[in-house]
């Protein structure tokens, strides 16, 4: 049985249930490493939370001075303390700006600002540009062990 039979989610439709089973239990057994796409007010908070019930936080930014900020400690964003920021990186969560290591992630959070165009809609294109390196990354990683072939 696949994924759209148990979902109404449009991306998921071609994924088996035996991948999603898969997760469920890395998840649950705290194996699974979460990336976080854009460590701005959004995302940053988003990868403190997921890194504190163990789970292996990977948190991408384009900006090498965020990146660096971040995994001495140091908070830009209001809402995350110095103090819950260390708690996530000794809880194993770490920044990054190098994009190919999209590939050691099980989960990807995006969480990058989508500016309106002209016209007012939302362009897509970071998160299309997201998805492509995704997808590249994936044919060039060799296949964890962990029962999911990339």
């Known amino acids: 049985m696949t994924a759209a039979r148990q979902t109404t989610g449009h991306a998921l439709a071609a994924v088996p249930s035996d991948a999603f089973s898969c997760l469920r239990a890395k998840l649950v057994g705290r194996e699974a490493r979460v990336g976080v796409?854009?460590?701005?007010?959004?995302?940053?908070?988003?990868?403190?939370?997921?890194s504190q019930p163990g789970l292996p936080t990977l948190g991408f930014d384009l900006n090498a001075s965020k990146v660096?900020?971040?995994?001495?400690?140091?908070?830009?964003?209001g809402d995350v303390s110095d103090s819950a920021l260390g708690a996530a990186l000794e809880a194993g969560f770490e920044a990054t700006d190098d994009?190919?290591?999209?590939?050691?992630?099980?989960?990807?959070v995006v969480a990058v600002p989508t500016p309106p165009s002209?016209?007012?809609?939302?362009?897509?294109?970071?998160?299309?540009?997201?998805?492509?390196?995704?997808?590249?990354?994936?044919?060039?990683?060799?296949?964890r062990s962990a029962g999911v072939s990339n």
Do not use: M, W
């Not at 660096?68 to 964003?77: A, L, T």
């Not at 994009?99 to 990807?108: A, G, I, N, P, Q």
């Open 37 to 50: 796409v854009g460590l701005g007010y959004v995302g940053l908070p988003f990868a403190v939370q997921s």
């Open 68 to 77: 660096c900020e971040v995994n001495q400690g140091r908070s830009y964003i």
């Open 99 to 108: 994009f190919e290591r999209l590939s050691e992630c099980d989960v990807v």
């Open 118 to 143: 002209k016209c007012g809609h939302r362009k897509a294109a970071t998160g299309k540009r997201l998805c492509r390196a995704r997808q590249s990354a994936r044919r060039t990683a060799p296949a």
